[in-house]
Nanobody
């Protein structure tokens, strides 16, 4: 059974850092594209960052320069390094995989994603 498990969420102060991890169970990420999404209370889910098999990455404008997505060589874990956190980053963060490996006309935040983790809470206090 394919599963994704997120971890690393916590309560931090404004300006702090966190590193989230997304581990796969029952499969390896292989050629899949992996993305991080987040959803704050009362808001729609938004794509935050993604990385494809070629390690091409894309970021939401709101996190560019502060967040970094990476994947390990064993192809079982994807990370989201979050620096200079602000209260607006408070949300539940989810990782997800897409069977789309690469498209020339779309960045990976626009792909369709079909496997989701249970989420990890990130809270940034002001």
């Amino acid at each position: 059974q394919k599963q994704l498990v997120e971890s690393g969420g916590d309560l931090v102060h404004n300006g702090g850092s966190l590193r989230l991890s997304c581990a796969s169970s029952g499969f390896d990420f292989g050629d899949n594209t992996v993305a991080w999404f987040r959803q704050a209370p009362g808001k729609e889910r938004e794509g935050v960052a993604c990385i494809n098999r070629r390690r091409d990455t894309a970021y939401a404008d709101s996190v560019k320069g502060r967040f970094t997505v990476s994947r390990d060589n064993a192809r079982t874990t994807v990370y989201l390094q979050m620096d200079n956190l602000i209260p607006e980053d408070t949300a539940v963060y989810y990782c997800s995989t897409s069977p789309i490996m690469w498209e020339a006309t779309r960045d990976c935040l626009e792909y369709e994603y079909d496997t989701w983790g249970q989420g990890t809470q990130v809270t940034v206090s002001s």
